[in-house]
């Protein structure tokens, strides 16, 4: 079985754009891309630090550990508030770094982790 893991670290704008224009470029080719693993890239620390704050990430701890049946559950494993808990789960599953499953109105929805492993980067290089 194969391990899903996610990149996350800190990438320059300038970096980003010329990843994608390469990628283009081999798309344009009609080449084929060779698979590569997840990444979630940050313009700078501080907006890293921001979006992943200590709380956000006790979230993902706390889903890993526990495996809540909803996001209240969650929320009261966590200690906060549901209203709370649910705005960061949001912001979390548009970054794809959460799911959240039984979607359906009416219906508690579960927090999962789509990954094995989250590999947290940080490289400083001039």
Do not use: C
């Not at 704008?13 to 940050?42: D, M, N, Q, T, V």
């Not at 700078?44 to 550990?65: F, N, Q």
């Amino acid at each position: 079985m194969k391990v899903r893991r996610i990149k996350i670290g800190i990438r320059r704008p300038e970096e980003s754009l010329k990843e994608a224009k390469a990628i283009a470029r081999h798309l344009k080719a009609g080449e084929k891309l060779p698979e590569r693993e997840e990444e979630l890239y940050f313009a700078d620390l501080a907006t890293l630090r921001k979006v992943l704050s200590p709380k956000r990430l006790a979230l993902l701890w706390a889903i890993v550990e526990h495996a809540p049946h909803s996001v209240r559950d969650l929320a009261e494993r966590v200690g906060r508030d549901i209203k709370n808990v649910s705005q960061d789960l949001a912001l979390l599953s548009r970054l794809g770094l959460v799911g959240l499953k039984g979607a359906r109105r009416g219906e508690a929805q579960t927090p999962t982790l789509p990954y094995d492993e989250i590999e947290l980067n940080l490289r400083i290089h001039l």
